[in-house]
């Protein structure tokens, strides 16, 4: 079967830095996502990796390593609007998006 | 430019009942989805579909139908709903599946079936 795992939740605090983790065992990789979905709302875009290595963009980062079958978001800065869950997606062989449950990142002063 | 939108935002429906979903996107895409999305569980595909006039099942087709109206139009009709069914359903768009294309996601209708 295809799964996805993610830690369910993770505190941090205003001003650090925090890594999210996902491990993922799918048929074929073909790119992996992060999304970030605030409460009641919908999932928008934050990064997409295919090849290994790390991405920047802003505070946010994403690594990927294809080998492990592992990949993290890093959110540097942390400021009280990045509470939120933090959606791990990978494109399996058939080019369907897996989802995993996703990560609730809660940030206290 | 108002990208994928959908209707309604809230629905509560009694057993038996039947509903549609409407989603519509402004952003030429072929492909377009339908989730559902539950406390602690990944967004799960219901159906979804690669061109207008195309549909495919998803993960969790059961209990669902759908139509490709037109290019910017997909509905998700729940004949007899049920409990189970109770969730947020979004709709998404994309460009294609391969590559950096993302997903671009409406609000999302929660649904309460009593």
């Known amino acids: 079967g295809q799964n996805i795992d993610q830690p369910t939740e993770m505190t941090a605090t205003e001003g650090a830095i925090v890594q999210i983790n996902c491990t993922y065992q799918?048929?074929?990789?073909?790119?992996l996502f992060w999304y970030q979905q605030h409460a009641g709302e919908a999932p928008t875009f934050l990064s997409y990796?295919?090849l290994d290595g790390l991405e920047e963009k802003g505070r946010f980062s994403s690594f990927l390593s294809r080998s492990k079958g592992y990949s993290y978001l890093l959110l540097k800065e942390l400021q009280m609007k990045d509470s939120a869950s933090y959606l791990c997606?990978?494109?399996?062989?058939?080019?369907?998006?897996?989802w995993g449950a996703g990560t609730k990142l809660i940030i206290k002063p | 430019n108002a990208g994928v939108t959908q209707t309604p935002k809230f629905r509560v429906l009694k057993t038996g009942q039947s509903m549609t979903l409407l989603c519509a996107q402004d952003?030429?895409?072929?492909?377009m989805y339908w989730y559902r999305q539950d406390p602690g569980m990944g967004l799960r595909l219901i159906h979804y579909?690669?061109?207008?006039?195309?549909?495919a099942k998803g993960e969790v087709p059961d209990g669902y139908n759908v139509s490709r109206l037109n290019k910017r139009e997909f509905s998700l009709r729940l004949e007899s709903a049920a409990p189970s069914q109770t969730s947020v359903y979004f709709c998404?768009?994309?460009?294609?599946?391969?590559?950096?294309?993302?997903?671009?996601f409406g609000p999302g209708t929660r649904l309460t079936v009593l």
């Open positions: 998404a768009s994309s460009y294609s599946t391969s590559g950096s294309n993302e997903q671009f």
């Open positions: 952003m030429n895409h072929e492909y």
């Open positions: 579909s690669v061109g207008e006039g195309t549909t």
């Open positions: 799918t048929s074929g990789f073909n790119g």
């Open positions: 990796n295919v």
């Open positions: 997606a990978v494109i399996d062989s058939n080019y369907q998006l897996i």
